[in-house]
């Protein structure tokens, strides 16, 4: 199994987590966030939909191989930091959070993930920290992101507030 199918096959099971979690999108613990669960869910599926978006769009022809400390760092250890960096303001979440919209956030990061598998090895997304990221370090970078904020998600279910 090559390391890009494991990757796909990774992403549509933390997608099938982020869907078991829509029932409880309005628990709240705000010893551990001050978001809700459906917060995290929404901003996650709203990440996963932007960048599939962006690296689709991309031209190959421009990606550029770049050094960049943090990735080199956070990217083995499939690892984001909490509470150190601030969601662009085209990825927070509305006020209110359906569970219409969620499912239809993951019918669409579905879809998504069958255009990342046909995409050009050279297709980037361009993050704020971690540069220019061509669509093996894409995948590894919707992983980390998707999972840190399931982590969130599984932190404030287990606190009683």
């Excluded at 705000?30 to 990440?47: E, N």
Aim: charged share 25%; proline share 5%.
């Amino acid at each position: 199994m090559n390391s890009e199918f494991k990757r796909v096959h990774t992403l549509n099971q933390l997608l099938t987590t982020i869907e078991a979690y829509i029932p409880l999108k309005d628990e709240k613990a705000t010893s551990v966030s001050k978001a809700t669960v459906g917060w995290q869910l929404d901003h996650s599926l709203k990440v996963f939909n932007a960048v599939s978006h962006s690296i689709a769009n991309s031209d190959p022809k421009a990606y550029r191989r770049q050094f960049n400390f943090w990735r080199t760092v956070l990217f083995p250890i499939c690892y984001i930091p909490r509470g150190r960096a601030r969601a662009p303001k085209f990825v927070l979440p509305p006020e209110v959070i359906t569970s219409g919209d969620l499912k239809d956030q993951i019918t669409m990061a579905k879809r998504h993930i069958e255009i990342l598998k046909s995409l050009p090895k050279r297709a980037y997304f361009k993050h704020f920290v971690f540069g220019m990221l061509s669509k093996h370090q894409t995948l590894r970078f919707l992983e980390m992101h998707t999972k840190h904020h399931l982590k969130i998600v599984k932190d404030i279910l287990s606190v009683q507030d």
